[in-house]
């Protein structure tokens, strides 16, 4: 308690926030792209703490919101196949595909069973050898390395009755993408939990190509707004640079043996973001060795592209050119129990924190 109670001094927080204030020169536009960071930064009422003229928008840092609705629907299919029991993480349960969602097949008689790690799914199909227990695996870097983990236990133990159907993505390319399609930012909250596994040298093309200044930083109210600082100095100074205020859990080289499963397992392939469409090389594919484990296989090499509700404009928060209280169903049509779109559905959601925690500011 003692640790976390440093990052939530409030002494402390009061004393960056006036350095803040005192720093400002200009207008500022940063984004998070870290669901996690999206959660915290509403949850401490970061933008309260802060001058008018920095804004802060939400990216496309949730895993459950970026997954596109074809790999749902992709997902809900293997469901319905005979013999098939789908273990998933919980968030997944309601994320809207183009007919129903896991939940509402799962309420029909499908196996559809929650679980908190992939090595939680591979011992289902240990125990159901004569099922095939199909993994989604969504997520970035961060959770990645624990499918890989149990693609190779799978493939030790010869349990060929396990797939994973991957929708790994990992965060460098999209980040590229934003600012390829010109969003007006003034620089990125880096994600810390990805650069826990990554390192530093994931993001230096951020300044270095984009003149964008950027900042990897953890998640109490101090943390931000220490980040938040750095970044308006880097602006005002005109020299955009990496740096990291989350050194305590970010090392240069990253984490070794997350990164050496990372390459045995999966090998980079373009992948559908919801609201960005293809973007190459920013997903991950199991490499030929493990492709026996690979879902795909069980499913038509045809199996036609999912479709978006033309309502909800989820595509437009994570490319941060909407905010969700400009969605026409924000609150009202789509809320946390009742989601239409999958930036409702997780606590990491860019809609889901909005509800919770801004929504009668």
């Not at 596109?68 to 293997?78: E, L, P, Y």
């Not at 997903?283 to 296989?297: C, I, N, T």
Request: charged content about 20%; glycine content about 8%.
């Amino acid at each position: 308690m003692k640790y976390i109670s440093e990052y939530r001094d409030k002494e402390l927080i009061d004393r960056v926030a006036r350095q803040i204030e005192m720093a400002v020169e200009r207008d500022y536009t940063f984004m998070e792209v870290c669901g996690g960071h999206t959660a915290a930064i509403r949850r401490f009422g970061i933008p309260s703490l802060l001058p008018a003229n920095i804004k802060l928008i939400s990216g496309p840092g949730c895993p459950v919101c970026v997954t596109s609705t074809g790999f749902v629907d992709r997902i809900v299919t293997c469901a319905q196949m005979d013999d098939v029991i789908i273990t998933t993480f919980g968030d997944l349960m309601r994320v809207p595909g183009s007919g129903p969602n896991l939940e509402e097949i799962k309420s029909k008689g499908a196996d559809v069973r929650i679980v908190f790690s992939g090595l939680d799914a591979l011992d289902i199909a240990l125990q159901n050898p004569r099922k095939r227990v199909v993994f989604p695996g969504i997520g970035f870097e961060t959770t990645a390395p624990g499918t890989a983990v149990t693609i190779i236990e799978a493939a030790a133990g010869e349990a060929g009755n396990f797939f994973v159907l991957s929708a790994h993505k990992v965060m460098p390319p999209v980040m590229r993408a934003l600012l390829e399609n010109g969003i007006r930012i003034d620089g990125f909250i880096c994600p810390g939990h990805v650069a826990t596994i990554t390192g530093y040298s994931a993001f230096e093309f951020i300044p270095y190509e984009y003149n964008k200044a950027c900042v990897i930083t953890g998640f109490e109210p101090l943390d931000l707004l220490q980040a938040i600082l750095m970044l308006v100095n880097q602006v005002n100074s005109n020299r955009p640079s990496l740096e990291t205020e989350y050194k305590r859990a970010v090392l240069p080289e990253g984490n070794s043996l997350a990164l050496e499963v990372l390459s045995k397992v999966f090998e980079p392939c373009d992948a559908e973001w919801r609201g960005f469409g293809i973007i190459p090389l920013s997903g991950l594919a199991l490499r030929r060795e493990y492709e026996k484990h690979d879902a795909g296989r069980l499913l038509k090499a045809d199996f036609p592209r999912g479709k978006d509700n033309p309502a909800c404009i989820c595509g437009d928060i994570l490319r941060g050119l909407k905010t969700p209280s400009e969605c026409p169903l924000f609150s009202e049509t789509c809320t946390p129990a009742n989601p239409v779109g999958a930036c409702m559905v997780s606590a990491e959601g860019a809609c889901n924190s909005f509800y919770k925690y801004t929504l009668y500011e």
